[in-house]
């Protein structure tokens, strides 16, 4: 493995801590209560409706069931999409340019640390995992592990056909697996304010202060 790539990884990582920890920070509850759905925190001008089309549009269930509009979690939505692009892009790093053993190993590890990532970011799973008895109320979790173990084992299975990797197919698998990727961050936040909704549901937050 190339000396760079040993610390690239770690450096990574230790981005994707640190965010994480200031998901912690944000006032979970009282943004998803007081917060506009309208009103977002990251505005791309001109190309704004364009791409939030695209990001409606990946919000699967919902769209299902006819309601696409984006959760609205505050800093939380940027932070934990851009915590899953860091490890996503890592995986397609050590794919593409690890070897042997040190590929397979690092890969576990990143895929490890992609499924506990809400664990670190949401401090707010303590709150529901006191409210809700039955296990299939609180899911969102599970969708994540899932989703994640699935996509990092994708491109792990794939260095059994290294020899027919070339630049060209990197390129077009990093492209539509990260899209791919962020289809399934997407998918969690979905899963994770119906959870909301429910806790609402039972007055969970009522009397809350912001």
């Given at each position: 493995?190339?000396?760079?790539?040993?610390?690239?990884i770690p450096?990574?990582?230790?981005?994707v801590?640190?965010?994480?920890e200031?998901?912690?920070e944000?006032?979970v509850?009282?943004?998803?209560?007081?917060?506009d759905r309208?009103v977002?925190?990251?505005?791309?001008?001109?190309?704004?409706?364009p791409?939030?089309?695209?990001g409606d549009?990946?919000?699967?269930?919902?769209k299902?069931?006819?309601?696409n509009d984006?959760?609205?979690?505050?800093r939380?939505n940027?932070?934990?999409?851009l915590n899953v692009t860091?490890?996503?892009?890592?995986?397609l790093?050590?794919v593409?340019?690890?070897?042997?053993v040190?590929?397979?190993l690092?890969?576990f590890?990143i895929?490890?640390f992609?499924?506990?990532?809400?664990?670190?970011?949401i401090?707010?799973y303590?709150?529901m995992?006191?409210?809700f008895?039955?296990?299939?109320?609180?899911?969102s979790l599970?969708?994540?592990?899932?989703?994640?173990?699935?996509?990092g084992a994708?491109?792990l299975?794939l260095?059994?056909f290294?020899?027919g990797?070339?630049?060209?197919?990197?390129i077009?698998f990093?492209a539509?697996?990260?899209?791919?990727?962020?289809?399934?961050?997407?998918?969690?936040l979905?899963?994770?304010?119906?959870e909301f909704?429910?806790?609402?549901?039972?007055?969970?937050?009522?009397?809350?202060e912001t």
């Open positions: 493995m190339d000396i760079s790539l040993s610390f690239l450096l990574i990582m230790l981005i801590v640190n965010l994480a200031s998901a912690r944000v006032d509850i009282g943004i998803f209560l007081e917060a309208d977002y925190l990251f505005h791309l001008f001109w190309l704004d409706k791409v939030r089309l695209i549009y990946t919000y699967v269930l919902d299902v069931l006819g309601d984006q959760p609205t979690f505050g939380l940027l932070i934990h999409w860091l490890v996503g892009a890592s995986l790093l050590i593409f340019t690890a070897t042997g040190v590929k397979y690092l890969g590890i895929v490890v992609w499924m506990a990532l809400p664990l670190l970011e401090e707010e303590d709150h995992m006191r409210t008895t039955d296990p299939l109320e609180l899911r599970s969708v994540h592990v899932v989703s994640a173990g699935v996509l994708i491109p299975l260095t059994t290294e020899e990797m070339g630049l060209e197919f990197q077009g990093s539509v697996y990260m899209m791919l990727v962020i289809g399934q961050v997407n998918l969690f979905e899963e994770l304010e119906d909704v429910r806790l609402k549901q039972r007055g969970v937050f009522d009397g809350y």
